[in-house]
């Protein structure tokens, strides 16, 4: 395939998905390369990041992000940026009175900011989202964010003081990225944005204006711009605002991708109560059929154990020891399955575009897709990935969209990414002579011993995968949630756990649009329908949501769930099956 850069512009809206993004943008600039000598990556960051110039000529390079939060959410980020000091400009007064100024202090950073602070920023290459192209005339030594938080060799326990995703953003965003819904607060209980139908009320006047306008100014500078790569929190209002957001995207940019991810938090803190339990679960259910239809497809992503209002524990798992109360800890996880999800239109050579691979899991109008992850891939070092498939006992995964797999081996489309087991080995060095272990082990490349372990568990559906060696790399201030019984490189191991940190892990994701979504879409369906929302919510119809909407909202959902129905297993269908289609 070409290679040529096609632009995606990412959108963020709401806390939690800015939470998940900081994380991402965070591990995606710990790989950026800055040093010219060495060979390219993997990866083409210029994808997902643009080159641009300050107003005193510097070369910057920022992430093509649209962060939507509410008001209060920022904390000690400014929302124009810090690449453009804006600081110094005045007005002129006309007052000829006596003034008195009221200062109010700002928020106190975190020991990670105070010491990105510190870090020296007399050479302006220095610092995160500067671009290496800017070396061409000087003879400096490359020195970046990473290299100098190393020699700081703190390792940050942020746990008690991430309060907002600002807190740990460790690179530079462009002026036009923030915007800021003063219509609603962050904290606090008044002038919350709850309910869907708030959301949708929302984007309109100087919203849309102020959307429009970034969208224009992002699209425009873009040669071979192919689509729109979108985190919306599910639970709340933003699940409102992220429907009008897709429909906008959809009617501007139909020939576009837009892969919108739906995320979600294991618990929100202080606002656990019956009502708003149920709030969270009608806003996610009105933000998957919307955002669904005007989508490429729809990926819920979440650690909870479900989307109803009992939910099962959180997903966990082996060698990840992550605190499910923090925002910090379970976005962290969620990003690292990310950077994995959206490997196939990021790479530099091979590379699908967002639309083909949208078409090859939502066909005949499933926009729904679920995914799946291993966090890390469970790998011993020294051992090769066939030795690592074959210890598994079942598929390595877990569900990351709160679906269980129908373990029947149906599925309409399905794409796996294993990324990081770079200085692995991929296949076995098996003695001439010798019987190898397993079928996996006579394998001669990579590709063919992931595809034939996948194909064992779903031998009729189409598959495609793709092996990226580069792992994701964890600089501060990513959580140390990792286990001490794991290398530095993400690896088990059978010595005695050391003190070393992890700074890399490898990553398995699945996505899947199958059977299995039909039994997880008509119960959550089922669940909304068991109570009359016009007694038992009827303050969230008031925000603004029409009950002739909602009635047909639910109906969208029925169909939808209706059509990841497989009758061709010949299974007796059950009474209340046929009561559906009726």
């Known amino acids: 395939m070409s290679n040529i850069c096609r632009e995606v512009i990412t959108l963020q809206l709401g806390h939690y998905s800015n939470f998940v993004g900081t994380h991402w943008w965070n591990i995606q600039d710990a790989s950026l390369s800055y040093d010219p000598e060495m060979p390219p990556g993997d990866f083409q960051s210029d994808v997902m990041f643009r080159e641009g110039q300050t107003l005193g000529g510097s070369i910057t390079y920022t992430p093509r992000l649209i962060s939507m939060d509410l008001k209060g959410s920022l904390q000690t980020l400014r929302q ?3 690449l453009y000091d804006t600081s110094k400009e005045t007005s002129a007064l006309s007052w000829d009175g006596s003034l008195m100024v009221h200062k109010e202090s700002p928020p106190a950073k975190n020991a990670f900011l105070e010491d990105l602070d510190k870090l020296d ?14 070396r061409s005339s000087c003879s400096l030594s490359v020195d970046t964010v990473n290299s100098q938080l190393a020699r700081v060799q703190k390792k940050y326990s942020l746990e008690g003081s991430v309060k907002v995703w600002s807190d740990f953003l460790r690179i530079h965003l462009h002026p036009r990225t923030i915007s800021v819904i003063h219509q609603y607060n962050h904290d606090g209980e008044a002038d919350r944005l709850e309910a869907f139908g708030q959301g949708e009320a929302l984007l309109q006047g100087a919203v849309l204006e102020d959307l429009d306008d970034k969208l224009h100014f992002f699209v425009e500078e873009c040669d071979y711009f192919q689509g729109f790569q979108v985190l919306c929190d599910m639970t709340d209002g933003f699940a409102g605002l992220g429907s009008k957001v897709t429909e906008m995207l959809q009617d501007a940019y139909g020939a576009r991708g837009i892969l919108t991810f739906g995320t979600a938090p294991i618990s929100h803190p202080n606002s656990q109560t019956p009502m708003k339990d149920l709030y969270h679960l009608l806003n996610c259910a009105l933000g998957m059929v919307h955002m669904a239809s005007h989508s490429s497809f729809f990926c819920p992503l979440t650690l909870r154990g479900g989307l109803g209002l009992r939910p099962a524990s959180p997903i966990s798992f082996p060698y990840l020891n992550y605190d499910p109360s923090l925002w910090y800890h379970s976005s962290s996880v969620l990003s690292l399955a990310l950077d994995a999800l959206t490997v196939p239109y990021r790479l530099r050579s091979n590379s699908v575009p967002m639309w083909q691979l949208a078409d090859s899991l939502s066909t005949s109008g499933r926009k729904v897709v679920a995914a799946y992850g ?7 070092h020294g051992s090769s990935l066939p030795d690592a498939l074959s210890a598994c006992e079942s598929l390595p995964w877990k569900p990351l969209s709160t679906c269980a797999e129908a373990g029947d ?3 309409y489309g399905q794409w796996v990414t294993l990324k990081g087991l770079e200085g692995q080995r991929l296949t076995s060095s098996v003695a001439p002579g010798m019987e190898p272990p397993s079928p996996l082990h006579s394998l001669h490349n990579g590709e063919d011993v992931l595809a034939s372990y996948i ?6 559906a189409p598959l495609a995968l793709q092996l990226v060696s580069r792992p994701s790399k964890l600089t501060p201030p990513f959580p140390r949630i990792f286990s001490q019984a ?28 199958g059977p299995a979504l039909d039994p997880w879409l008509s119960e959550l369906h089922r669940s909304i329908s068991a109570f009359d929302i016009r007694r038992v919510a009827p303050s969230f119809l008031s925000q603004g949501l029409e009950m002739a909407d909602y009635s047909e909202a639910l109906e969208e959902l029925r169909l939808l769930a209706r059509k990841y129905r497989d009758d061709s297993s010949g299974t007796t269908r059950s009474s209340s099956d046929e009561e559906d289609d009726d």
């Open 374 to 380: 291993a966090v890390p891939f469970p790998m011993m």
């Open 486 to 513: 794991l290398t530095e490189q993400g690896l088990q191991q059978d010595l005695l756990p050391t003190s070393s940190q992890v700074s890399s892990v490898p990553v398995i994701t699945s996505l899947q649009s």
């Open 80 to 82: 124009e940026g810090s």
């Open 455 to 460: 194909t064992s568990f779903y031998p009729t």
């Open 409 to 411: 081996g149906r599925c």
């Open 121 to 134: 920023c007399g050479d302006i290459l220095t610092l995160p989202g500067f671009s290496t192209s800017s």
